[in-house]
């Protein structure tokens, strides 16, 4: 990823939800003036759900999802309808759309109930309200059947999309998710010294995107960033005139950083800083005391939200089990997901071990936390984990709890 442009995980997702042929490909289309979405009059030309970048006025960077119609038939057409409904915990907004020449249908009113009961914010919109000869009639039906407000809208003829551009901000709720990923950590003057460990599994030519934001949000807050490997840290911390506010590591270097960096100075690590900026520190702190539980035959869901190249050694396929076993010293059953893909039920598990989520939104990332509450499984997330097996953990997160 180019350090200019915006991450996708730190966009707004707006997802259009609606029936086959209803035109939401056509309004993806019509709202970024450009040949995003394929438009056929064929009854499920959206399959899977397809992700658009792509910049709207006044909102800013936004992910456009295109899903697949709601109203799809068959086994093949039940996947994809629960496709489609996946991509409810990763929208910050949901637009529905309806058919205006078919009117509201009993998928439209368990779509509505469902966003709603998931409290995503939603905006209805009516369209192809140019081939309707009672306009204003159409639009009141709607209102009433739903009980929502209905905008009107026509992809083919552009009515209403600045409307409905000029609705979403105010869409977007007041949660604090604008929050900063170094909020109360550090003030403008201090310096901070990253460790961005440089191995097989680091992207040639570039820095992982944790590092990337936080070295952004430095210049941001007009702090200094030192940026070092493992191997040049103590030299690093010798140069200094005065201590830097906080060393920020990789956490799989968390134990020979711990062992370098005195204890006076703060220390925590990129995937503990996720731990806040993308969920929620508590839970994935609380869920570490799970770690010291576990027996033999215990099920831990091993889970990534991104799908990359496995390198001999990878983190999650390799060094967290060896972590693990370090640890627990257990026989334990190991599965793994990775991407979009998280496993619906969790019953089964007796712990997740997630990775720190910069490849999510964070919405996406509480809606996996709060799956996991519900089932009443433990969930950590790497860095806690690695913290807890070097023993530092209380180190590591206090810069955090302050």
């Not at 936004?62 to 990763?90: F, H, M, N, P, Y």
């Not at 019953?347 to 999510?360: F, Q, V």
């Amino acid at each position: 990823m180019s350090m200019s442009s915006t991450p996708r995980s730190e966009r707004v997702h707006i997802a259009l939800f609606g029936n086959r042929n209803s035109g939401k490909s056509s309004l993806i289309n019509a709202l970024t003036n450009q040949p995003l979405a394929i438009v056929s009059p064929s009854k499920g030309t959206t399959t899977d759900p397809v992700y658009k970048s792509i910049e709207i006025l006044p909102l800013g960077p936004c992910v456009l999802i295109d899903t697949a119609g709601l109203d799809d038939e068959g086994e093949l057409g039940k996947l994809r309808i629960a496709k489609s409904l996946d991509v409810l915990d990763k929208c910050d907004i949901a637009l529905m759309v309806i058919d205006g020449e078919t009117g509201v249908t009993g998928h439209d009113i368990e779509l509505a109930a469902n966003i709603r009961g998931r409290k995503r914010p939603l905006a209805v919109l009516l369209n192809k309200i140019d081939k309707i000869a009672d306009a204003d009639s159409a639009v009141k039906a709607a209102t009433d059947r739903l009980g929502l407000p209905v905008i009107p809208v026509s992809a083919a003829s552009g009515r209403g999309l600045a409307e409905v551009k000029n609705a979403l901000p105010a869409l977007l709720p007041d949660t604090g998710d604008d929050a900063q990923i170094l909020d109360g950590i550090v003030n403008a003057g201090d310096v901070a010294v990253l460790v961005c460990p440089i191995d097989s599994a680091a992207p040639k030519g570039r820095l992982i995107l944790p590092q990337q934001q936080v070295i952004r949000e430095l210049c941001d807050a007009q702090c200094g960033a030192l940026v070092c490997q493992t191997g040049e840290l103590a030299a690093m911390l010798g140069k200094l005139s005065a201590p830097p506010r906080i060393v920020i590591t990789d956490s799989q270097a968390f134990k020979e950083v711990s062992a370098i960096v005195p204890a006076s100075i703060p220390l925590t690590s990129f995937s503990i800083l996720f731990a806040r900026y993308k969920g929620n520190l508590e839970q994935l702190t609380a869920g570490a005391a799970a770690l010291k539980t576990l027996r033999d035959g215990d099920r831990v869901l091993i889970s990534e939200g991104c799908t990359h190249h496995r390198q001999c050694d990878d983190i999650g396929t390799v060094k967290i089990p060896r972590w693990l076993k370090q640890l627990t010293g257990k026989e334990l059953v190991l599965e793994y997901s990775s991407g979009a893909g998280f496993p619906e039920d969790l019953s089964h598990y007796r712990l997740i071990i997630h990775c720190g989520g910069c490849m999510l939104t964070r919405r996406a990332m509480l809606a996996r936390l709060e799956k996991a509450a519900k089932s009443g499984v433990p969930i950590v997330n790497y860095g806690i984990m690695i913290a807890c097996v070097h023993g530092i953990l209380e180190r590591a997160a206090a810069p955090l709890k302050k």
